[in-house]
């Protein structure tokens, strides 16, 4: 049973710094390109960042030079490192396993809770 864990949101003010955790447990974990995804209520989700699995990092442009995704495959973890945060970052951040396919990610339809970040101005 494939489960996913995030945590470490919360509630920063503009230009705060947050570090997002997701743990993965279920899946060879090792071979997965890894995301982060962010949702507000009523809107699609959005994709933040990808990492595959041999470390190759891809940013959206909204988040690009302040946001940094990271992993470690000795722990099954996923991290995205959150700096100069600005109230438009406030969503539900999700972590997701899936492909990287010639740059193009794929997500699996495998999803946890989410992790509440709320940036105030």
């Known amino acids: 049973q494939v489960q996913l864990v995030e945590s470490g949101g919360g509630l920063v003010h503009t230009g705060g710094s947050l570090r997002l955790s997701c743990v993965v447990s279920g899946r060879s974990f090792s071979t997965d390109a890894m995301a982060w995804y962010r949702q507000v209520q009523g809107e699609q989700r959005e994709l933040v960042a990808t990492i595959t699995s041999g470390g190759a990092t891809n940013y959206a442009d909204a988040v690009k030079g302040r946001f940094t995704i990271s992993r470690d495959n000795a722990k099954n973890m996923v991290y995205l490192q959150m700096n100069s945060l600005r109230p438009e970052d406030t969503a539900v951040y999700h972590c997701?396993?899936?492909?990287?396919?010639?740059?193009?990610?794929?997500?699996?339809?495998?999803w946890g809770q989410g992790t509440q970040v709320t940036v105030s101005s």
């Open positions: 997701n396993p899936g492909r990287d396919v010639g740059g193009t990610y794929y997500a699996s339809r495998y």
